[in-house]
Structure formats: C-alpha cells, structure tokens
C-alpha cells in the first residue's frame, strides 16, 4: 500500500529536518506541465522544480536517455575518461561560448568553484556581491548571498561587499586592491525577478576589464532557455569571465557546472578543485539529452513566444494591487502591494502550483513546454482569485 498524505507528512516530521515550509500536497508523479498528488489531483506547474523542468517533467527523451544510461554505467570516478563528459563538454562550450567546463551536482557547488578559481585567478580574496543576490547555501556562496536572515547565523563567511543591483557606478566605486571578482545574476531570481537596465551588464563588463577584475555570472536560473535565450548573457551581449549553471541543465537530474574563459581557466590545476559525482556519466546523459530536446523543440524561442504571451495575459488583470509586471522569456515576476502567500494557497487550491518569492513577488517559472491554453487557464486562475 502507498502511503497516504497524513502518512507521509508524519514521517517527515518525525524523521526530516525541518529546514523548509513545504505546502500541504505530496506529489506523486509529473508530465509535461502537470503535476499529480497523491489523491490524484492535478496541478498546473508554474514552478517547475523552481526553474528547473525547462523541457516538462519527466521529458520521455530525458527518461529514455537515463534508462539507457544507468544500464551502461552510472558512476566511474574522475580518475578516468568518460564519453559522455568528452561531448557534453563540447555542446556546453558551443551554447555558453566559454572556453573550459568543471562538472559538479548544484548551483551552489557551481559558485563554490567559480568562487575559488577566481581567488587562485586573481590571488585576491573580496567579492563584490549585489544587494538580494541569491547565489547558494553552503557557506562560500552564502558569503555572497545576501539576505540578513541566511547569513548571519553562519558569520564569519568570506569577506564581501553588497552594492545595490543595476548600479554599475556602484561597482566601479566598491573596486579595491583586494577585489577578487564581481558576482552577479543577470537577471535576479529569489531576489524577486529583478531585471536590471539593458546597459548594466555591459558596464559592469567594461568596469571590470578596466580594473582587471573578474566578472562571475550566475545563471544557475537564467541559463538553459529560461529567459528567451540560451542563457540570460546574450540579451547583453557579454562574456562573463566565469560562469555558472545548474538547476535546468540536467533536465531535472541534479546537475552543474562552472565554466570560464580559457586563461582564466588555466589558473586551476591538477588537484586544486574536485568533486567524487562531478560529472557523472548518467547525469551527463540526462544533461545531453536535456540539450537536444530544447534544441528540437525550439524551447528557446518558445520561451520568449510564450513569455511575451503571459506577461502581457497578466497584463490584462489589471488590479490595483498589481505594482508592476516584469519578465524576460517565461522567467515572470508580478509584484504586488500584498504579500502573495494566500494567493499562493489559493491557487494550489485551484489546481495552479506558484511561487512566492520576496513575500510580495508571484514568480512564474514554468515549463517553457508548457501551452498557451494552460497560462490562459493559470492567468483566469488568478482572475478568480
Ligand atoms: C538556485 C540558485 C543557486 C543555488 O543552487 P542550488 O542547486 O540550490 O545549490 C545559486 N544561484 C542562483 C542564481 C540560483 O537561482
């Protein structure tokens, strides 16, 4: 016998840390843009493992390359060569246009390692972080992270300074001797989808090689189609130093990697950095397969498309406590004058799965597979509502 919701919650409280506010439904299995409990109720997902499910859940070439992989070789150390590492490495130089890729299982071990090389890069130890970066838990990217509340029980972390997002002058004026890097999202996620000016990205880019500072981008939610491209860098036209991407690389196989510039590069030796599942040859099968369906399937226009059509359906509200509606491809964020944890649980209540994020940002990350006819049934949803 399955267990039942009551049964599940009671063994998570018993037995779970209790590290997270998790809503009251337990999912059982997932397709596409849907989502089903375990009573057999239906949701539409405008969540997506928070931007992760970029190609729909459980993609059946995704599910079929990791059958066919986990019979052939799931795991072999990094003590050896593996194929599947050789060509996914070439596919993700060709779709970022960086040079060198390190393999690791989250964007937070991504940002660790970006973190690093361009400490040993630079012989530098300060970051200059944005304020409401998000950028990860453990505690070199929790240094750079900049909510009060995650850090400060977990202080001393590495020295950094937080200026205010879509500010370049702000970057310019933080540059020291010490400066290791700059670290920033390009558009910002859990900080609320802010997205910043059309010329900040490419100012901060000039600020940097003037001053000879590395410039890190996190497009840990950004990357795989998410934002109407293949990563959220070429609506700005630059090349990060160092880069990293997790969340929807592995098409909701836990999967990532840091990537950099040749010469910057070329500063991480043997030894200096490793991890045992980094790269493993099941997730970098999942991680493959991921790449050809978005390529198939068009995603990355079809995010942009599909991103358009939202915003402008949520647009069409028009509620006074609606502030402002903001997103590029089908990363959305609607602000409101309220805090939208109701409208949260009623939506789940209606069959429409959304994130809070920043207590009065709705964000919509959904699958970019998703229809027009499911947002045209989220966006009346929320009419409802
Ligand atoms: C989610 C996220 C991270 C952390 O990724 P994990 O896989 O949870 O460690 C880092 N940076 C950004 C921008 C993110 O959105």
């Excluded at 209790?18 to 849907?34: D, E, F, H, N, V």
């Excluded at 002058?169 to 670290?183: C, E, H, L």
């Excluded at 840091?258 to 070329?266: H, I, P």
């Excluded at 999942?286 to 359906?313: F, T």
Aim: hydrophobic content about 40%; charged content about 25%.
């Amino acid at each position: 016998m399955p267990l039942n919701y009551n049964e599940i919650v009671s063994k998570y409280e018993k037995y779970i840390f209790q590290t997270y506010t998790r809503q009251p439904i337990a999912i059982k299995s997932a397709q596409g843009a849907l989502v089903t409990d375990v009573n057999g109720k239906e949701y539409i997902d405008c969540v997506a493992g928070i931007a992760v499910n970029n190609v729909g859940h459980c993609h059946p070439e995704v599910v079929s390359a990791i059958k066919q992989q986990a019979e052939q070789l799931i795991h072999v150390s990094n003590l050896y060569y593996t194929e599947n590492q050789a060509i996914l490495a070439e596919e993700l130089a060709g779709i970022s246009g960086l040079d060198r890729v390190f393999y690791c299982n989250s964007g937070a071990e991504a940002v660790e390692g970006a973190l690093k090389l361009a400490r040993k890069a630079s012989g530098k130890k300060e970051f200059i972080a944005t304020e409401h970066a998000f950028h990860g838990r453990t505690r070199g990217a929790l240094s750079v992270t900049h909510k009060e509340k995650y850090r400060k029980p977990f202080e001393p972390l590495g020295p950094a300074v937080f200026v205010p997002y879509n500010n370049a002058d702000a970057i310019r004026s933080a540059i020291a001797d010490n400066t290791a890097g700059v670290i920033l999202e390009p558009i910002q996620g859990e900080g609320g989808v802010i997205i910043p000016s059309e010329t900040y990205l490419k100012e901060v880019r000039e600020i940097c090689d003037e001053n000879g500072v590395l410039l890190i981008l996190d497009e840990v939610q950004t990357g795989f189609g998410r934002t109407g491209k293949w990563f959220a860098k070429e609506h700005s036209d630059i090349t990060p130093d160092i880069m990293t991407t997790a969340k929807a690389m592995g098409g909701g196989f836990p999967m990532g990697a840091m990537l950099a510039r040749e010469d910057v590069a070329a500063n991480f030796v043997r030894g200096d950095h490793a991890s045992t599942f980094g790269g493993t040859a099941l997730a970098c099968a999942a991680a493959l397969a991921n790449i050809d369906v978005i390529k198939k399937e068009k995603l990355v226009e079809r995010s942009q498309v599909l991103g358009e059509y939202l915003v402008s359906k949520l647009r069409e509200l028009n509620k006074d406590y609606i502030l402002e509606i903001r997103g590029k491809g089908l990363m959305v964020g609607m602000e409101l004058s309220v805090k939208c944890e109701d409208i949260v649980a009623k939506a789940r209540e209606k069959g429409v799965l959304l994130n809070c994020t920043s207590e009065s940002v709705l964000r919509f990350v959904p699958p970019l597979t998703i229809t027009k006819q499911q947002l045209d049934t989220v966006v009346s949803v929320l009419d409802e509502i």
